[in-house]
């Protein structure tokens, strides 16, 4: 029983005990003189006792005064009892309750990191930064974009051929003439035809090759006979008059014998000022001389006086012309779309055109 109780407690138990009766001992031999000789023995032997206790009890106090206890620092729990997590807060310690300011207690600003009690501190212990807000500027609305304005439209590349420098002009026929000038001056062949239909087809009709090329020659109407000169339109049209190289004179009344002359002739009725003020294009392809008289000659100022004319209007193949641009070069041919007996130049000339497609 007694090896349950805490060592400290049974040390003072003792102690008590032999201070009683080395008193109760003390006090029975003086109130009892006559019985000295038995008490002698037992005085003797409680003396002896209480020395031995007393001895003890000193031996004992001097052992405790010499023990010390161990710091209690920390308190290690049995390897039974499941050890506290590291997450989970420390209970202090009484010295830690010694060492504690007396002050109130004041709110912590900043949360401490829980570092494990066992084992060596962790050296890369990893400080979380504070992530810095974004900041969004806020620009301008996005302007609308403006729509472009319409660029002209492209103009197809003509072909690019040697310059024509012998007075016979390439092509045997109608038809084979006015298809080189198409190539040269990149102007539709049935744009080329329409024209000449509507021009001249009711006096130049079936020409034989010879014929033909008798005509597609510079100078061919010196030395010329007045039919073949009339038949080949080589006069000026309105007035009738044959030019002076020509052997002068006149084919017919003239269509206009009251009005100025404005000298046109040839197989697309060009007028001497159309042949002049063409020339610096026309010197391209015929650089040594040019002359309405001549088939060729006439077809090539009629297709580039045509396309500056043109402008601006669609243009979008060298063998194709939208009926618009069709159109629009007729009227500034002629003059005006309207004629006489309610016909329409214009119309006339885009009918001949789809037919020559």
Known sequence: MLSSINPRIRIGIVLILSLFISGFVMKYAQESPSEMAPQIQIQTIATDLSQTLSNSGTSIISALQSFKLPPLVSFV??????????????????????????????????????????????????????????????????????????????KPTELILPPILSDVRPGTSIEEILREVSKRACIPYALLMATRTQESGAWMKNLSSATAKMYNTYGWWKGADKGSVCAALAYYTQSGLIPPDSGGGSCTNGVQPGAYDQKIMGLMQMSEQEEQVTRKNTIKILPKNIDRRVLFDNAVIYALATKGRAGNSPQPSCDDWPEETVRLVAEKHYGACAYGGGKNYCTEVWNLYKSFK
Do not use: Y
């Open 77 to 154: 729990p049995p390897a039974s009892q499941p050890a506290i997590p590291s997450e989970q807060p420390v209970e202090p310690t009484p010295l830690d309750w010694e060492t504690e300011p007396s002050g109130p207690t004041e709110i912590p600003t900043s949360t401490p990191a829980i570092l494990p009690t066992n084992g060596p501190l962790p050296t890369n212990i990893a400080i979380p930064t504070t992530a810095k807000p974004t900041i969004h500027v806020v620009t301008q609305p996005p302007q609308p974009t403006k729509t472009p304005k319409p660029t002209k439209v492209p």
